[in-house]
């Protein structure tokens, strides 16, 4: 696919590249997966080695399964917990470090996880007593906390640093002016002291950057969302390889774009070697890790602005609740299961780019629906009605989304996908921690714009009531 762009921002963008190539994977929908079979071998060995936790070396074009020291920067939230539990369960060192920000919302929006999250204190003993491993927990603000920050660098040495620790919520990002400021300052603010801590300590990290699918927009690309770099015309008919263009459709993607330019600079200037995970929307809760006991728990968000979509479906259809869908729910998004975004991060990091190497992005995805057709999926499942909703985000109506993942593909991933039966773990999670839901708290209360929140005005005199047992 070839797009003809403007001349004017292309000089800063262009770089060149060199294609993947890997096993062949079967074409999940919307997620294009085409590759050669020479790999195959190879992909059935490193996946067998992911599991088992087993070293096996050369693992994609750098790859090693050496067991590294690993900082977790948001460690304690929905995704960087359980990828924490992975990374030191197949034997690396990790340190978690989080400032609770996370927890401090559940405070401002009172709204807690649906499960019963322990301190991180506790986490880490539970952990220890189960898996006879141990994690270092540290609280420090990566915005904020510069100079703690490049000194936990000095002292740790970590092979790679993990960045989860950004405000990760589309709809708390636009609540209001503070929410807006809040993201902006913490999410940007953050990467960029990263970036700085890591150069001032001297030590060579390899960063691994939790992004989003939403950098890309939805359904701007013309065709397939390729992995980070489209091709494109130049003025002349010059042929160039540049950082796919920004649409974001929030404050809060609009920080990821931003992440995505500074990851550039970086490497660019300072040849950091850093990897940007655009990853779809994360469901479930449990992972082999976090199963283990229930101190280990991983939070359940199924608040309008935390909770993701998948999942307030399955909350709301275990409750009986009517599934909220935004609009007509011709939204195609990109979905990934907790225990593959935990897989695919160690993945990455036993697959750093070599110094002097661009910024490398995968597509961290396993497949692609409509929201009303995973609205329908539940809906089947549970008995409950599907209740459509006037939408209180600014965005298409109807899209299509079709996602580039071979190289995950090509290491060896083979993603979880709706159909393979976990709901039912999500559906017994709820229904056990049902008796602690706010029902007040399942609908919308963040909206784009004016128009938006007048168009849901409606919502003000909705009663969600939870059904009965």
């Not at 968000?301 to 007509?328: C, I, K």
């Amino acid at each position: 696919m070839k797009v003809i762009l403007f001349a004017a921002i292309l000089p800063y963008l262009s770089t060149s590249f060199t294609a993947p190539s890997g096993a062949f994977v079967t074409l999940r929908t919307g997620v294009s997966q085409r590759a050669e079979t020479s790999s195959a071998q190879r992909s059935s060995l490193v996946m067998q080695a992911l599991e088992d936790g087993t070293n096996v070396d050369g693992i994609g074009t750098n790859g090693t399964a050496d067991k590294k020291k690993v900082i977790v920067l948001g460690g304690d939230g929905f995704c960087g917990w359980p990828t924490s539990l992975h990374l030191s369960d197949q034997g690396h060192d990790v340190v978690v470090v989080d400032n609770l920000s996370r927890r401090n919302i559940d405070t401002e929006l009172g709204c807690s996880s649906l499960t019963p999250i322990q301190s991180p204190e506790v986490r880490i003993q539970a952990w220890k007593e189960v898996s006879g491993k141990e994690m270092k927990f540290v609280n420090l603000d990566v915005a904020k906390e510069y100079d703690l920050l490049v000194q936990l660098i000095k002292d740790e040495k970590p092979d790679s640093i993990v960045h989860f620790a950004e405000q990760r919520a589309a709809p708390y990002s636009m609540k209001n002016s503070k929410t807006k400021r809040y993201t902006i300052d913490n999410n940007v603010s953050g990467s960029n002291n990263l970036c700085c801590a890591v150069l001032d300590a001297d030590v060579d990290a390899h960063i691994v950057h939790l992004g989003t699918m939403g950098v890309y927009g939805y359904g701007t690309s013309g065709g397939e969302i390729p992995e980070g770099y489209i091709d494109v015309t130049l003025p002349g008919g010059r042929e160039a390889n540049i950082l796919h263009p920004a649409y974001p459709g929030s404050v809060y993607h609009a920080t990821k774009c931003l992440d995505a330019l500074i990851w550039q600079f970086y490497q660019k200037n300072d040849a950091l070697r850093v990897t940007d995970l655009h990853q779809g929307i994360v469901w479930g809760t449990n992972t082999p890790q976090t199963i283990k006991d229930e101190r280990l728990i991983n939070r359940f968000d199924y608040d309008g602005d935390y909770g993701t979509v998948l999942n307030r479906f399955l909350m709301q259809g275990a409750m009986g609740v009517p599934l909220t869908v935004y609009g007509t729910g011709g939204q195609t998004r990109a979905f990934i299961h907790i225990t593959d975004t935990a897989r695919c991060i160690e993945i990455a990091i036993s697959n750093p780019p070599e110094a002097g190497e661009r910024v490398e992005i995968f597509n961290q995805v396993a497949e692609t629906r409509r929201v009303r057709d995973v609205a329908g999926l539940v809906s089947e499942q549970t008995g409950v009605e599907v209740n459509m909703l006037p939408n209180p985000r600014q965005e298409a109506a109807e899209n299509e989304l079709d996602v580039s993942n071979r190289k995950f593909c090509n290491l060896g991933l083979e993603p979880i996908t709706l159909d393979e039966g976990l709901f039912d773990e999500v559906t017994e999670v709820v229904k056990k921690y049902k008796h602690r839901c706010d029902p007040t708290k399942i609908l919308p209360a963040s909206f784009w714009n004016k128009k938006r929140a007048e168009e849901c005005a409606s919502l003000e005199e909705t009663k969600v009531e939870i059904k009965a047992d």
